[in-house]
């Protein structure tokens, strides 16, 4: 069973910067798939950004150019890096790991917020 623990929100202004981290309880990153999704109170969890075995990349397009995915595979620490922050960014942050990188996350960090004000 792997544990993934998030860390790194708060709260920023508009503009502001923001890194997640994603610690896993095992050695991950170099074998499974990684994503970032979030969740604003009411909506539905959104997929945000993805990263695979090699180090591939991906972003929803409403973060895209702002948002950067990458990972420490020696430390199995993901990351987020946020930039030019809006308050529609604001939500719950998770990360995930998919074994199988199917699309179906099988493991699921507990989440930390961030909240943007304008």
């Known amino acids: 069973q792997v544990q993934l623990v998030e860390s790194g929100g708060g709260s920023v202004q508009a503009g502001g910067s923001l890194r997640l981290s994603c610690a896993a309880s095992?050695?991950?990153?170099?074998?499974?798939?990684m994503g970032w999704f979030r969740q604003a109170p009411g909506k539905e969890r959104d997929w945000v950004a993805g990263?695979?075995?090699?180090?591939?990349?991906s972003y929803a397009d409403s973060v895209k150019g702002r948002f950067t995915i990458s990972k420490d595979n020696t430390k199995s620490i993901l990351y987020l890096q946020m930039t030019s922050l809006k308050p529609e960014d604001t939500a719950m942050y998770y990360c995930?790991?998919?074994?199988?990188?199917?699309?179906?996350?099988?493991?699921w960090g507990q989440g930390t917020q961030v909240t943007v004000s304008a």
């Open positions: 995930a790991a998919s074994a199988r990188c199917t699309g179906t996350f099988d493991y």
């Open positions: 095992e050695y991950t990153y170099g074998r499974y798939c």
């Open positions: 990263t695979d075995s090699i180090d591939r990349t």
